[in-house]
């Protein structure tokens, strides 16, 4: 698909829904289906019109990278401008974190979220060889603030 020849052909909800869906990547969303009972309609629209969604991107020096298998979308800069650079601290909580998830959605309890506290993510890090001095509450706190700044972790 061509955005310019294929986008006045939408009608205008389409087009709105198009919009949308490109405002939402571009603000460094990442579209997932959502749970089975309540589907995400902008993944199913990014679905079925990714070509299109690709070529308006792409004017603007950006491309629509769709995973079908690990069932996610996002907006990639070609140039990586937009790209965050973690710390290591950083880059470890976030796996820590990754892996909890794992652990917790392998129980498939009804639950779509799962919540660790700050003290259990420091236990987890200094279990899988991370020295206790580097975890201060400050540092670790620093790290789980910046995360959630780039929506990757909520904090309650």
């Known amino acids: 698909m061509d955005f310019i020849e294929d986008y006045p ?3 205008p ?5 198009f919009q949308s869906v490109v405002t939402r990547l571009l603000s460094g969303a990442v579209l997932t289906p959502g749970s089975p009972l309540k589907v995400d309609p902008d993944w199913r629209f990014s679905e079925r019109y990714r070509e299109l969604i690709d ?20 907006a990639v800069h070609e140039a990586g401008t ?22 917790q959605m392998r ?11 700050a003290g259990e993510i420091r236990e987890r890090l200094i279990q899988a060889g991370r020295p206790a001095a580097q975890l ?21």
């Open 82 to 103: 937009q790209r965050v650079r973690f710390t290591k601290l950083e880059s470890l909580v976030l796996c820590a974190l990754r892996l909890y998830y794992h652990e």
């Open 107 to 117: 129980l498939a309890t009804d639950q779509e979220r799962c919540a660790i506290s």
């Open 13 to 17: 909800a389409q087009k709105d829904h």
């Open 136 to 156: 201060s509450p400050r540092l670790l706190a620093h790290a789980l603030r910046k995360l959630a700044r780039h929506l990757l972790v909520s904090i309650t």
């Open 55 to 74: 070529s308006y991107l792409r004017l603007g020096g950006w491309r629509f990278d769709i995973d079908l298998g690990l069932r996610m979308a996002r």
């Open 9 to 11: 052909k939408l009608e």
